[in-house]
């Protein structure tokens, strides 16, 4: 399996639409667009998605009518892509003071995309955070970071410009790389391979995960899961080697996921960051699950997908079946 068949079995990473960078500056196809009633919009309110129904949800997508006719202007709406030749926007509504119970349909709610992630086939699981990722960096760029004056759309919302004319500054939608890394330790002889895992001090006292942090400037992806590992756990790693990636939009990131290798397993907590950090063979896991001492991450994250990567592996049959869900 390569690396771009890997990265579309996360979730929110796979989905068929057509992302049309080269409509996006034709102003005239923008507004027919947004004038056709086969036009769907998804509409984000408070950084949640409009879905409806419990076990299957489906995402809930308007045409422009639907808005123009409770008063919900539609001229900030950003260009998410085509899809079979239907254009799909997306519409940030928190500044809308229309009332939502005029626009929400019956038996639908705005909610949590990464509590329904999992329910959500690739498609929409991937158009629904796509919308929320660029709705929020729009929301976080209303004003120019260089002199501080108002900024206004341009580019079907792919591009944000400074009004004032002394400056014009163009500001672009950004998105915060972050490394994922699930360290493995093979263990001497006669011993099991084990892996790293840990617990941030705002997590419930069972929930570990694989270490996490943020690229920083200057700093090659390597790089950073070398300083990650070492900064939270003491552990130094070798052999780093990337896995995959996903869009993480809680609020605005893309995670880079890597394996490396212990070169050694004695733990040292530098920073305030963990609250606990431990090795855990595929049997202490298993014997943990059975007895409510361990949560793994949500199947939603990349983090759940190196581990059961690296659990599927062993002998012991695969992670899921584990999980009692």
């Not at 298993?286 to 002998?315: K, T």
Request: aromatic share 8%; hydrophobic share 40%; glycine share 8%.
């Amino acid at each position: 399996m390569d690396h771009y068949q890997r990265s579309n079995l996360n979730y929110f990473s796979a989905g068929g639409l057509d992302r049309a960078t080269q409509l996006r500056p034709k102003d005239a196809w923008l507004q027919a667009r947004l004038a056709d009633a086969a036009t769907r919009i998804v509409p984000v309110w408070r950084m949640q998605n409009l879905l409806c129904g419990d076990v299957m949800p489906l995402p809930v997508l308007l045409s422009p009518m639907q808005l123009r006719d409770v008063g919900v202007d539609c001229a900030n709406a950003v260009l998410l892509g085509t899809r079979a030749e239907v254009a799909y926007f997306a519409l940030d509504l928190a500044g809308d003071e229309t009332p939502l119970e005029r626009l929400v349909p019956a038996g639908a709610s705005f909610r949590e995309l990464r509590d329904v992630g999992p329910l959500l086939d690739a498609d929409a699981g991937s158009l629904l955070a796509y919308a929320r990722a660029i709705t929020y960096w729009h929301a976080r760029h209303r004003h120019c970071g260089d002199c501080g004056s108002p900024t206004r759309v341009a580019e079907g919302g792919h591009l944000r410009v400074c009004a004032a004319p002394r400056c014009g500054q163009k500001h672009f939608p950004r998105t915060d790389p972050a490394i994922i890394v699930l360290v493995v330790h093979p263990g001497g002889l006669g011993d099991e391979e084990r892996c790293l895992l840990g617990r941030q001090r705002e997590w419930p006292e069972t929930l570990y995960s694989a270490v996490a942090g943020f690229v920083e400037p200057g700093e090659s992806l390597e790089d950073a899961v070398v300083r990650e590992v070492a900064e939270e756990t003491g552990i130094g790693v070798s052999a780093v080697h990337y896995h995959s990636s996903q869009p993480w939009p809680f609020p605005s990131s893309i995670m880079l996921g890597f394996t490396a290798t212990a070169r050694d397993a004695r733990i040292v907590r530098h920073d305030d960051e963990l609250a606990d950090a431990r090795w855990f063979s595929r049997t202490d896991i298993v014997e943990a699950l059975a007895h409510g001492r361990l949560r793994v991450a949500r199947r939603v994250s990349i983090a759940y997908r190196l581990l059961e990567d690296w659990f599927d592996a062993g002998r012991l049959g695969p992670l899921a079946g584990y999980l009692g869900e």
